[in-house]
């Protein structure tokens, strides 16, 4: 089990690129884990499986078959939390949570859970990443989460710009 400051570690030292690109993080996370990691929504079907099976559709989900990771993502939220879920997926796989399996059964998937200490793991991973990002995201000029901060540093801002 990798202590936080090991998450932290791995979170920092990840190349990072300027616009940030979160293809070529997954690029760079496949060739660390050492299998193809494939980004993308979830098929409609899943969302209808597990409707039926009254189970919830986490925000992100990994899939790992023998030769392949698939990590699944809901399109219905904001993209900053989109990509927060997806970097927590990530942080499993970095920190080796993951293990290969053939067992795609959806009501497997979708009520399989890690420890505590493996989701602290990624949600260290993610927002230790996602602090890197801050800066990348203010120079291409995009907003952080609206806040009351934002709207009074925008206000200021704008006075003095007149
Ligand atoms: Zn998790």
Known sequence: MLKPREVVRIARNLPITDPFD????????SEIVG???HLAPYPPQ???EARQLGEALPAALCIATASRVH????T???ESHQRHSI???VGHLLCRHVTPNADSDVRTLLRSTYDDAKEK???TFAYEFERRLGPLRAQQGERQ???????TIERYGSILEG
């Open 22 to 29: 979160l293809d070529a993080l997954v690029a760079e996370v």
């Open 35 to 37: 299998l193809p990691v």
């Open 46 to 48: 899943t969302a209808v």
């Open 71 to 74: 990590v699944l993502y809901r």
């Open 76 to 78: 219905d939220t904001t």
């Open 87 to 89: 970097l927590h997926e």
């Open 121 to 123: 793991a990624a949600e």
């Open 145 to 151: 989460e609206d806040g009351p901060l934002t709207d």
